[in-house]
């Protein structure tokens, strides 16, 4: 069997590439990166010395895609992953939507082609910016909780469903996202091809590159060990802001069962996948986590607000259970300690992939 990963020297791509050979043998994994991301090169050389065939290449060119010849699974992890992506100053909009929506036709072709299934990780950022900021939130132990008895469609106890409304404005960013999970869609119920569609939470583990608007844990681990400014934004200034986590080896089981499934019959093409509740923090409860292991430092707070962010983001993945008898089984505390462990060996990283 062969399984190509797109994105492959990204932190989701290659962490996918090492562990999915660990779930079953006589695994080929093969992918492509066009090593955009500072950071990534150094998972294009680490992947191939583990035997894996990385290569440059580029999504948006359908020659990149049959370099490999025929494959059996296309992972699709490559994408500008910033909300700020489009708005930045550092990424145009139009070359934001050419990576993210323009680049998911060439892929969707070529598995049409040879009628290879196609997994997108998409993200919880598809989901409407003005909803999710209406709404009700309390305060407790340093972090936003929703209150309780919100007739909301699409909020449950565990957090926001697929149901939610996935109504713009949600960042150009999410939005790419968001119109990537409706072309696979289309390709899938036209050309009779299995499309699965993952929306993940905040992913995290050692190895994530460092930068807030992509891996924020990672990069507030980083940054505190090496003493580096840190500052709340928004909301207050207090660092009352929560998301939940998951580490993508978490993903590795999940996609196996969806592979297997094929078409999937009834099976529902959207899920949410994430660490949930359980998994959730505010930046003020991480920042006494790195006080009580790594000892003070000083975070400064700053009021202002800035496009796109949100108080209060946790997945429900209880869709995801339901289906696919499906569960995160690497703990917050777990992803944290990795992510410290590797700081403390790596203490040039933030240089290296910020």
Same mark, same amino acid.
């Given at each position: 069997?062969?399984?190509?990963?797109?994105?492959?020297?990204?932190?989701?791509?290659?962490?996918?590439?090492?562990?999915?050979?660990?779930?079953?043998?006589?695994?080929?994994?093969?992918?492509?990166?066009?090593?955009?991301?500072?950071?990534?090169?150094?998972?294009?050389?680490?992947?191939?010395?583990?035997?894996?065939?990385?290569?440059?290449?580029?999504?948006?060119?359908?020659?990149?895609?049959?370099?490999?010849?025929?494959?059996?699974?296309?992972?699709?992890?490559?994408?500008?992953?910033?909300?700020?992506?489009?708005?930045?100053?550092?990424?145009?909009?139009?070359?934001?939507?050419?990576?993210?929506?323009?680049?998911?036709?060439?892929?969707?072709?070529?598995?049409?082609?040879?009628?290879?299934?196609?997994?997108?990780?998409?993200?919880?950022?598809?989901?409407?910016?003005?909803?999710?900021?209406?709404?009700?939130?309390?305060?407790?132990?340093?972090?936003?909780?929703?209150?309780? *008895?919100?007739?909301?469609?699409?909020?449950?106890?565990?957090?926001?469903?697929?149901?939610?409304?996935?109504?713009?404005?949600?960042?150009?960013?999410?939005?790419?996202?968001?119109?990537?999970?409706?072309?696979?869609?289309?390709?899938?119920?036209?050309?009779?091809?299995?499309?699965?569609?993952?929306?993940?939470?905040?992913?995290? *583990?050692?190895?994530?590159? *460092?930068?807030?608007?992509?891996?924020?844990?990672?990069?507030?681990?980083?940054?505190?060990?090496?003493?580096?400014?840190?500052?709340?934004?928004?909301?207050?200034?207090?660092?009352?802001?929560?998301?939940?986590?998951?580490?993508?080896?978490?993903?590795?089981?999940?996609?196996?069962?969806?592979?297997?499934?094929?078409?999937?019959?009834?099976?529902?093409?959207?899920?949410?996948?994430?660490?949930?509740?359980?998994?959730?923090?505010?930046?003020?409860?991480?920042?006494?986590?790195?006080?009580?292991?790594?000892?003070?430092?000083?975070?400064?707070?700053?009021?202002?607000?800035?496009?796109?962010?949100?108080?209060?983001?946790?997945?429900?993945?209880?869709?995801?259970?339901?289906?696919?008898?499906?569960?995160?089984?690497?703990?917050?505390?777990?992803?944290?300690?990795?992510?410290?462990?590797?700081?403390?060996?790596?203490?040039?990283?933030?240089?290296?992939?910020?």
């Amino acid at each position: 069997m062969k399984i190509f990963i797109t994105g492959i020297c990204g932190f989701a791509g290659a962490t996918l590439a090492r562990r999915m050979r660990l779930h079953r043998e006589g695994v080929e994994i093969v992918g492509i990166d066009n090593l955009s991301r500072r950071g990534s090169e150094e998972n294009f050389d680490a992947l191939r010395s583990e035997g894996i065939d990385v290569r440059r290449g580029d999504v948006r060119t359908a020659e990149d895609l049959r370099q490999f010849g025929e494959f059996d699974w296309l992972i699709d992890a490559a994408a500008n992953p910033s909300v700020l992506a489009g708005v930045d100053g550092k990424t145009g909009p139009a070359e934001l939507l050419d990576h993210n929506l323009v680049g998911t036709i060439p892929m969707l072709e070529v598995c049409r082609e040879w009628s290879a299934p196609f997994t997108l990780l998409s993200t919880s950022r598809v989901y409407s910016i003005p909803d999710l900021r209406s709404l009700r939130l309390g305060t407790e132990a340093g972090a936003f909780t929703l209150e309780a *008895g919100q007739k909301v469609d699409g909020v449950a106890a565990g957090g926001i469903t697929e149901k939610f409304s996935t109504e713009p404005p949600v960042s150009l960013y999410g939005t790419s996202k968001r119109c990537a999970e409706l072309l696979a869609l289309e390709y899938s119920a036209t050309f009779d091809f299995p499309v699965w569609i993952n929306r993940c939470g905040v992913l995290a *583990g050692a190895g994530q590159f *460092g930068k807030a608007d992509q891996g924020i844990y990672s990069f507030w681990i980083h940054s505190w060990l090496q003493r580096q400014p840190l500052k709340y934004l928004g909301f207050g200034g207090h660092g009352h802001q929560v998301r939940d986590c998951l580490h993508p080896g978490d993903l590795v089981p999940l996609l196996w069962k969806q592979f297997d499934a094929g078409m999937g019959g009834d099976r529902p093409k959207i899920i949410n996948v994430s660490g949930g509740v359980a998994s959730a923090m505010s930046l003020a409860q991480l920042s006494s986590w790195c006080t009580e292991t790594t000892g003070s430092h000083v975070v400064l707070q700053d009021g202002s607000e800035r496009a796109f962010d949100l108080p209060w983001v946790v997945l429900d993945s209880s869709l995801a259970e339901k289906t696919w008898n499906w569960q995160p089984q690497i703990t917050r505390e777990a992803i944290l300690q990795e992510i410290l462990e590797h700081a403390r060996s790596r203490p040039d990283w933030l240089e290296i992939s910020r």
